[in-house]
C-alpha cells in the first residue's frame, strides 16, 4: 500500500536539544511539505520541497531545517532556537497541484 | 499567513442532520479544496473545485464556490456519528505553490 509514514508518534525533549522527525512516502510524489498545528488552530506551512535537493522556506521556517536528499525522504529539524516547539507536526506529500496526502502526525512535547 | 476562515468555528447536530461549514478566504485562487481530520490524526482530502466551478458533488458532500464573494461552503447530507471531525478548507492563493490552510470548523454528530 502506498502512503506516507511519520515516526515516531510521539516524542519528548527537553528544551535546548535539537530533535529529527522523520517523514518518509512511496508514493512516487515530487512535492512534500512540513505542516505544524498547534491546539484549536489550522495548519501553518513550515518547508516544502518540489524536488530533491532543493526546499523552500514556508510562513513559519525560523528555528526549523529540512533535508531533501532522496525523494522519498524529508526529515525536519526543530531546533533550540525554536521558541514554542511543542506542537503537531504534519508531514505531507503530493503530485505538484494536486491534493496533499498526509502521514498522521508526530506530537512533540517539548519540557 | 491564514488565507481560509472557516465559519463556524464549532458545529454539533444530530445523526441524519445536515451540516453546513462556510469558508470566506481573501485573494485570488486556481482551486479551494477542503479536508477532514479526525482527532490526533493528520488531513485526508474530500473534494477539490476549481475557480471556473461553481458546485460539486461527491457522495454526501456538496460544495459550492462563489468567486465574487470569495467563500466556499461544504455541505454534509445526513450526516452519520462517524462524519464527527474537524473540516478544514484550503486554498492556493492564485496557483502559489503553498496551500495555506484554515482554523477549521470541528463538527460534533450526536447518534
Known amino acids: 500500500d502506498g502512503g506516507i509514514t511519520q515516526s515516531p508518534k510521539y516524542l519528548f525533549r527537553k528544551e535546548g536539544q535539537n530533535v529529527t522527525l522523520s517523514c518518509e512516502q512511496n508514493?512516487?510524489?515530487?512535492?512534500m511539505y512540513w505542516y505544524r498545528q498547534d491546539p484549536g488552530q489550522g495548519l501553518r506551512l513550515i518547508y516544502y520541497?518540489?524536488?530533491?535537493?532543493?526546499?523552500q522556506k514556508g510562513d513559519i521556517a525560523e528555528g526549523y531545517s529540512v533535508s531533501r536528499e532522496k525523494k522519498e525522504s524529508f526529515p525536519l529539524t526543530v531546533t533550540s532556537a525554536q521558541k514554542n516547539p511543542t506542537a503537531f507536526y504534519l508531514c505531507?506529500?503530493?503530485?505538484?497541484?494536486?491534493?496533499?496526502?498526509f502521514g498522521n502526525g508526530t506530537r512533540l512535547t517539548v519540557t | 499567513s491564514q488565507q481560509g476562515e472557516e465559519d463556524p468555528q464549532a458545529l454539533s447536530i444530530q445523526e441524519g442532520e445536515n451540516a453546513t461549514m462556510n469558508c470566506s478566504y481573501k485573494?485570488?485562487?486556481?482551486?479551494l479544496q477542503w479536508y477532514r481530520q479526525n482527532s490526533g490524526r493528520g488531513l485526508v482530502h474530500l473534494i477539490l473545485?476549481?475557480?471556473?466551478?461553481r458546485e460539486k458533488h461527491s457522495g454526501r458532500l456538496r460544495v459550492t464556490l462563489d468567486t465574487s464573494k470569495k467563500s466556499s461552503s461544504l455541505l454534509i447530507t445526513a450526516s452519520r456519528a462517524a462524519d464527527t471531525a474537524s473540516y478544514f478548507c484550503?486554498?492556493?492563493?492564485?496557483?502559489?505553490?503553498?496551500?495555506?490552510f484554515g482554523k477549521g470548523t470541528k463538527l460534533t454528530v450526536n447518534p
Open positions: 505531507a506529500s503530493s503530485i505538484w497541484g494536486s491534493p496533499l496526502h
Open positions: 508514493l512516487n510524489h515530487d512535492a
Open positions: 520541497s518540489q524536488i530533491v535537493n532543493d526546499f
Open positions: 485573494t485570488s485562487i486556481n482551486n
Open positions: 473545485i476549481r475557480s471556473n466551478e
Open positions: 484550503a486554498t492556493d492563493q492564485g496557483g502559489s505553490e503553498k496551500l495555506v
